[in-house]
C-alpha cells in the first residue's frame, strides 16, 4: 500500500495536474475534483492505483476515493500544491448550476417542467396547508354565526390566510430561486416589484403607458404564477453571467442589481401581458365552445381549470363569468366545480390509501377539509398532484365527469362564490349540482385509492405500518424472515452488527451511488431511514467523523471498522439539517444517539437519505453477510461479520 504522500502525487498526476483542477474538496471517503478538462483524467491508472478504491465522474465532479484516511492524502495534496480548497458558497454554486445543466440535458421537456414546479411548490406546502385551514375555520366561524365579516377579528385572521396567496409572486421567486441555485431574496425582491403599489396603481391609469418607448401592459400579479415562475428561469442563467463575468470587487450589488433591472421590466413588459393574452384567447375559445355544446364544455373546461390556475391565467375566465351572472346564471364556475371537488376527492383518496403514512394522511386530510369548506384547493394542487404525475390522469377524468354532468344539467352558479360544500346553495339546480360534484369526488377518491401515488409513497407506507404492528408479531415476522432468508454464513467466530437507524434495509447493490453500489468501499448494507436519529450499533470508538456530521467512522474491539454515511452527496449540506454532541476520538455504548438529521429537510434539498453502513476493512474477515431486505429498528442485526 503506497503511503499517503506518494498516493496524493499521484493522484494529482494522472488527474491531469495541478494546472487541471480548479477546485478541490473532500468529503468522508472521497476527493472531489472540480476539474477544466475530465478528458486530462487517467481513470485506469488511478483505478489501478493501491491507494485508490474507485474513481468516478459524478454531478460535476471527478471523485476519487480513498476511504477512512481520506483527510491525510487531501491534506497531503494541499501541502504540494498551489489547489484551491473549495469553498462552500462558490463551488456549491457552480456544482449545483452544472448539476442543472446536466439534468435539463437528461430529461425531456415536459419532466423538467413538473420537477421545477414541484421543486418550487414542495417548500411552501405546509404554509398553503397552514393558510387553506385557517380559510376553511373562518368559513365554518362565519356561516354558524359566532363572527362577523364585519369585525376587526374576521379582518385580522383573513389576512392571516390570504397573506400567503396575495404575496404569492414573492414566495414563488424565493423558492423558485433557492431550486434553481441561485440569490432566493433577489427573487423575492423582483416577486415584490410586481406588487409595489406605485406599480400597481397604474393599472387605474387611463392614458397609454410604456416604458422606454415600448407599450406597457399592467397586470394584477397579486396570487399569480405563472410570471414569476418563467421570471425566475430566466432570471438563473442571467445572475450566473454576471458573476463569472463581473469583478469580484462590485459583485456584492452589481449582481443583484442587473438581476432586478432586467427583470421587474422584463416581467411586466413580456411575461405579464402574455398571460393576459392566453387568458383573453381561452376565454374566446370557452365562449365558442359553449355555443357548440354544453356537455362538451364541461369536459373541456373542467379538465384544463387547475391548469389554468397554474398558469396564472384563470382569472381572464372571471369577466365572462361575472357576464354570465349579470344575465341570470354562469355556467363556467358550475363546471370548474367538477374539478375543484376533483382535487378534494384526490386528497381524501391519498388519506385513505395512506392513513398509516403520517406526513402523507395529514397533508392530505388538511387539503380535503379546506377544500370542502372553503374551496381551496392549492395545497393539493400544488403538494399532490404536480409532484406525483399519475394523478394529472386521474384529476382530468374525475373532473371530465362532474363537469360534463353539470353540462348536461345545465347547473348554474347564481351568485358568485368559490367551490365549497358550504357554497351550495349558490347553485342551481342544487340536486343535480349536487350529484355533479359528488361524482367528481367519488371518482377521483376511488381512482386514488386503486392507483395511489407510486412506488416511492408505497414503500414508506409500507415501512410505517410495519412499525404499527404490535411488537410480539413483529419478532415472531422477524424469526420467520430470518430463518427463511438469512445468507448461509461459513465457520467462524460470529458477530451482530445492530441497525444504527430505523428505516428499510435495501441491498448494497441499490445504492444510486457506484462507489457504494459496486462494492469498492467495503460490504455491508443500506438503509432508507423513517426517521432522523442515528445510533451506535455497537460498542466502539468514534475513529473519524466528518465536520458536516453526514459520517461517522466507529471501530469496535473487534477490528471492525464500520463507516456510516448519511444520504447521498450530503456533504454538499455542509452540516445542515445535522446536529450532533459527540466527537472523533469519544468512546460511543451501542444505542447510544450519534448524529440527529432532519430527514424531510434534507429530501426538500434535493438529497436521497438512503444510508450506507459499511464494513470498510472487509478484507480483514472471512465473511460480510448482509441481512435481507425488511424493516429495521435499532437492535435488529443487519450485518453479520464472521472472524
Known amino acids: 500500500m503506497a503511503n499517503n504522500k506518494e498516493t496524493a502525487t499521484f493522484i494529482v498526476e494522472h488527474i491531469g495536474g495541478q494546472e487541471n483542477v480548479d477546485s478541490l474538496v473532500h468529503c468522508a471517503t472521497r476527493l472531489r475534483f472540480k476539474l477544466r478538462d475530465t478528458s486530462k483524467v487517467d481513470e485506469k491508472a488511478l483505478k489501478d492505483h493501491p491507494g485508490v478504491l474507485t474513481a468516478v465522474e459524478s454531478g460535476g465532479q471527478y471523485q476519487v476515493v480513498i476511504g477512512n484516511h481520506v483527510a491525510k492524502v487531501y491534506q497531503e495534496i494541499m501541502d504540494q500544491y498551489n489547489i484551491q480548497a473549495g469553498e462552500s458558497s462558490d463551488a456549491d454554486e457552480e456544482k449545483s448550476a452544472e448539476e442543472i445543466k446536466q439534468s435539463v440535458r437528461s430529461k425531456n421537456p415536459i419532466a423538467i417542467v413538473f420537477e421545477y414546479i414541484s421543486g418550487t411548490f414542495s417548500p411552501l406546502i405546509p404554509a398553503l396547508a397552514g393558510s387553506g385551514m385557517i380559510k376553511a375555520l373562518l368559513a365554518v366561524l362565519t356561516m354558524a354565526g359566532w363572527l362577523s365579516e364585519e ?3 374576521y379582518a385580522v385572521l383573513d389576512a392571516a390566510s390570504n397573506g400567503l396567496f396575495y404575496f404569492f409572486p414573492v414566495f414563488i421567486g424565493i423558492s423558485a430561486a433557492k431550486f434553481l441555485k441561485v440569490n432566493p431574496y433577489v427573487g423575492g425582491v423582483i416577486g415584490a416589484g410586481l406588487l409595489e403599489p406605485t406599480f400597481a396603481s397604474l393599472m387605474d391609469a387611463s392614458q397609454s403607458l410604456d416604458f422606454m418607448g415600448i ?3 399592467i397586470s394584477d400579479y397579486t396570487q399569480t404564477v405563472f410570471p414569476m415562475l418563467v421570471a425566475m428561469a430566466f432570471y438563473a442563467p442571467i445572475e450566473r453571467f454576471f458573476k463569472k463575468y463581473s469583478p469580484d470587487t462590485i459583485q456584492l450589488f452589481f449582481v443583484p442589481m442587473m438581476g432586478i433591472l432586467i427583470m421587474v421590466p422584463l416581467t411586466a413588459l413580456i411575461f405579464g401581458p402574455f398571460s393576459q393574452y392566453l387568458s383573453q384567447a381561452i376565454a374566446n375559445g370557452l365562449v365558442a365552445l359553449l355555443d357548440l355544446s354544453s356537455i362538451l364544455t364541461g369536459i373541456v373546461f373542467a379538465s384544463v381549470w387547475p391548469f389554468l390556475v397554474v398558469l396564472g391565467v384563470h382569472w381572464g375566465i372571471t369577466p365572462i363569468q361575472l357576464d354570465n351572472l349579470a344575465r341570470g346564471g354562469d355556467p363556467l364556475n358550475a363546471m370548474a366545480a367538477g374539478a375543484t371537488f376533483a382535487q378534494m376527492g384526490i386528497a381524501f383518496g391519498i388519506f385513505l390509501r395512506y392513513r398509516k ?3 402523507l394522511s395529514s397533508l392530505s386530510l388538511a387539503g380535503t377539509v379546506s377544500g370542502i369548506v372553503a374551496g381551496v384547493t392549492e395545497p393539493i394542487l400544488y403538494g399532490f398532484i404536480l409532484r406525483y404525475r399519475r394523478l394529472i390522469p ?10 360534463g354532468l353539470m353540462g ?3 347547473a348554474e352558479m347564481y351568485s358568485y362564490a368559490f367551490n365549497s360544500v358550504l357554497t351550495i346553495p349558490a347553485y342551481g339546480p342544487i340536486p343535480q349540482y349536487v350529484f355533479s360534484i359528488a361524482v367528481s369526488f367519488v371518482v377521483g377518491t376511488i381512482l386514488t385509492f386503486i392507483f395511489g401515488l407510486g412506488k416511492e409513497a408505497d414503500a414508506s407506507t409500507t415501512t410505517e405500518a410495519t412499525n404499527a404492528t404490535t411488537s410480539e408479531s413483529k419478532e415472531e415476522a422477524e424469526a420467520e424472515q430470518e430463518a427463511s432468508d438469512k445468507e448461509e454464513l461459513v465457520e467462524g467466530t460470529q458477530i451482530k452488527i445492530q441497525s444504527p437507524l430505523s428505516g428499510e434495509l435495501v441491498p448494497l447493490t441499490e445504492v444510486e451511488d457506484e462507489v457504494f453500489s459496486s462494492g469498492a468501499m467495503g460490504k455491508g448494507a443500506a438503509i432508507l431511514p423513517t426517521d432522523g436519529k442515528l ?3 455497537f ?5 473519524s467523523f466528518f465536520p458536516s456530521k453526514h459520517a461517522i467512522g466507529l471501530t469496535d474491539e473487534n477490528g471492525i471498522e464500520l463507516l456510516i454515511h448519511i444520504g447521498m452527496d450530503t456533504v454538499q449540506l455542509n452540516g445542515e439539517h445535522f446536529s450532533s454532541s459527540v466527537a472523533e476520538g469519544q468512546e460511543v455504548k451501542q444505542g447510544d444517539t450519534l448524529v440527529n438529521f432532519d430527514v424531510e429537510a434534507i429530501q426538500q434539498a434535493g438529497y ?7 464494513v470498510t476493512n472487509t478484507d480483514s474477515f472471512k465473511q460480510v453477510a448482509s441481512e435481507k431486505s425488511r424493516h429495521v429498528e435499532p437492535n435488529d442485526t443487519i450485518i453479520t461479520v464472521v472472524k
Open 151 to 153: 369585525s376587526s377579528t
Open 215 to 217: 407599450p406597457l401592459i
Open 357 to 359: 403514512n403520517k406526513d
Open 394 to 403: 386521474i384529476l382530468i377524468v374525475s373532473g371530465a365527469a362532474g363537469g
Open 408 to 410: 348536461l344539467f345545465g
Open 535 to 537: 445510533v451506535a450499533p
Open 539 to 543: 460498542d466502539s470508538k468514534i475513529t
Open 608 to 614: 436521497s437519505v438512503v444510508s450506507p453502513i459499511i
